[in-house]
């Protein structure tokens, strides 16, 4: 087989994605694809046999379309990119990012084909599912998502709401008001939120009431009109608290339910709400399910091998 090197034009700011800091995105499309990338200026070299160039070349052209379109590149989407390109499957499409806001670092965009086919689910259904594990974006593109609404006025509130299981929802022994009491539980949200919005305008909003925060015990009784609610952790919810807290849909409010099946920290396993939900809900028309897989995980590289390592020794259980 021919390693002759073959030459792909790319603009600066393309080649310098692909590249990375210290040359840290080369080394990973080198380490996947056995190849040599080099950067002579004004585009990517790229040296070794057919079948390594060919799909080196395929997550490279990936990785400069989207820096092309003015996303910041980090390692995460190297990683997609690449097993893309073994894989032959679809990345995300560009646009599919078009209506969520931009964060700290960038647009906030889809990274995977996974996440590009939830934030559709999010823009067309009035209730969604999100399942999978830990890193897959599920919580932080739902944040993104009705942050994006609440900034365009098409809701008025954000609501964001996770079972404080830890406490058996009585957290009337920790220190404060409902807010301080709450928080601790509620870090991911709010990390996300804070990137989006940025801390003085979280604040801002959070005082004036259009950003709140409730363990889902206290929505019990409400009707949550003209808002965006986020349910987060919620395999930890009981049935009778996903029951309760899907009612309370009003007027003109969506709501997104995330969670890890896998993940339940109930004391009865098979009292978690959530599976129970999906399984009935699944195929109501208004109701959609997006479900996240390892390849889906856009966190440290380790994560995905640990979360496959606990799927092979699920199966393995499951078959014994």
């Keep these: 087989m021919s390693r002759a090197p073959e030459f792909i034009t790319l603009s600066d700011k393309a080649a310098r994605a692909v590249a990375g800091a210290n040359s840290r995105h080369a080394a990973l499309i080198e380490d996947a694809f056995d190849v040599l990338v080099e950067t002579p200026g004004g585009g990517v070299s790229l040296t070794g046999d057919s079948k390594g160039r060919a799909q080196a070349k395929k997550a490279v052209q990936a990785i400069a379309e989207r820096a092309d379109q003015g996303f910041d590149i980090a390692e995460a989407d190297v990683r997609v990119a690449i097993g893309n390109a073994r894989t032959g499957g679809a990345g995300p499409s560009l646009k599919d990012g078009g209506a969520l ?7 906030v965009a889809p990274k995977t084909k996974t996440q590009a086919e939830y934030l559709a689910a999010l823009s067309t259904c009035e209730l969604v599912f ?18 994006g609404l609440l900034l365009r006025g098409e809701v008025d509130r954000l609501i964001v709401s996770r079972p404080a299981v830890e406490a058996g929802e009585r957290l009337g022994f920790l220190p404060g008001d409902l807010t301080e009491k709450v928080d601790p539980y509620m870090a991911p949200v709010w990390e996300a939120l804070t990137d989006i919005l940025g801390a003085e305008q979280l604040r801002r909003r959070r005082e004036k009431g259009e950003i709140e925060v409730a363990p889902i015990a206290f929505l019990r009784g409400r009707t949550l009109a003209h808002a965006f609610v986020i349910v987060d952790e919620a395999q930890n919810a009981t049935r009778l608290q996903m029951k309760m807290v899907l009612t309370r849909l009003g007027e003109g409010a969506r709501m997104v339910v995330t969670g890890d099946p896998t993940q339940i920290d109930l004391v009865n396993v098979r009292d978690s709400g959530l599976a129970h939900a999906v399984g009935l809900l699944e195929g109501v028309k208004g109701i959609g399910v997006t479900r996240f897989s390892a390849e889906d ?3 440290h590289p380790l994560v995905e091998r640990i979360v496959r390592a606990y799927d092979a020794d699920a199966a393995k259980a499951a078959k014994s």
């Design 297 to 299: 995980v856009v966190r």
């Design 130 to 147: 999100g399942l999978g594990p830990a890193g897959t974006g599920k919580t932080f593109l739902a944040v993104a998502h009705g942050a």
């Design 101 to 107: 806001p931009v964060g700290r670092r960038g647009q």
